[in-house]
């Protein structure tokens, strides 16, 4: 049940796209080559095969999903008794960025405060105080606000990016079975419900179960199942994207479906002892974050020269890209690889610009040395 160093494994689809058992890459080269298959990739980064003719058999075996997971980043792992499928590391947009003491105004709940900022200006502005008040120009409500029955958007946006994995890995794997880690949240003094990222679990369920089977897994068995693995865990920073931060935990507790903790007794003796088989092996490691776009920005906040607000926001650009679309560029030679985030497109100047997973910008590139390799998917994957 430690790790094993043995080969990785790729996801089969068959001829009419039903999910297959996954086969060794040796044997998914030789298949392609014969042309029994072709090769393809997903939307979140995996590569695949699809058979060009009929399979031997539809027979599959246990591939259970693990999800571990946290308030800003989530650790996802598919696993069989034998292999490691696939791991994801996925930088959910609701929240801050971990260990910053101001706010992230490009997360989910920063965008949010600041439309509500800029919307109480703009209704302020039309407001004539020197009436009576029940004759001021007040905007009535348009729903009841009180029912309590909406998720919050920052927490509705990280469980959705989680479900986008899982629904696009559900079409190349015949998952038997999701187990998700219970997160808690109850305090003494609070009661039940406290923390942020147990407010959306209950709906991330329901929604995960109709794509395979759920099961809760107590957070306190998570520790004893990685340490029988011989898996690592970084407690020190979380926000590093390698493996030991969450994905480990999240093949942990896929493991618990092929290993128990169990009690036993004989005649002479009794206590536990560990039952079952589990294998961790080589396997994709996957970074996932979601492009930081203004889509509904109306302006910049400040005016520019002349008393001009100048335009901040959208997906379109005048050179037939778009925003989040995957491009290819060249400086002094080098092929440089990235997402589109914005443009420039004055007298003077024509450029695009180009940002990494993480959203940093990498540089401004003529738009006529720019190449479009993958239209946007909402996406940013690094394998």
Known sequence: MSQNNQTTRVPVLSSNGKPLMPTTPARARKWIK????????????????????EPSGYNTQEIVCGTDRGKAF?????????????????CIP???????TTKDRQSVTGKMEKRHELRRTRRGQRINRKVAF??????????SNRRQEK???????NREMELRILSEMSKIIPISEIRDESCGGNSKGHGFGISPVTVGQEWFRVEASKLAPLKEIDSLDTGKYRTQLGLVKDKKDKSKQTPETH???????????????????????????WVGECVVTLSPFIVI?????????LHQENYSKGGILKRQGGTITPFGFRSGDYVQAFRNKEAIRGWVGGFTNSGKTKNISIYDHNWS???QFNPNNVKLIKRSTRLCVVA
Do not use: C, M, W
Not at 134 to 142: A, D, G, I, P, S
Not at 151 to 157: C, R
């Open 34 to 53: 014969l042309g029994k298959a072709e090769g393809l990739r997903n939307k979140v980064g995996l590569f695949y095969i699809q058979l060009l003719r």
């Open 74 to 90: 989530t650790g996802i792992a598919f696993q069989t008794k034998l292999a490691t499928i696939a791991l994801f590391h996925a």
């Open 94 to 100: 609701g929240f801050y960025k971990s260990k910053k």
């Open 134 to 143: 029940k004759l001021r120009n007040h905007r009535e409500k348009r729903f």
């Open 151 to 157: 998720l919050p958007p920052s927490i509705k946006a």
């Open 247 to 273: 994905a480990n935990d999240a093949i942990a507790l896929a493991s618990t479906a092929f290993v128990q903790y169990k009690a036993f007794h004989t005649p002479k003796n009794h206590g536990h002892h």
């Open 289 to 297: 974050t979601r492009p930081k776009l203004f889509r509904r920005k």
């Open 361 to 363: 910008r990498i540089g």
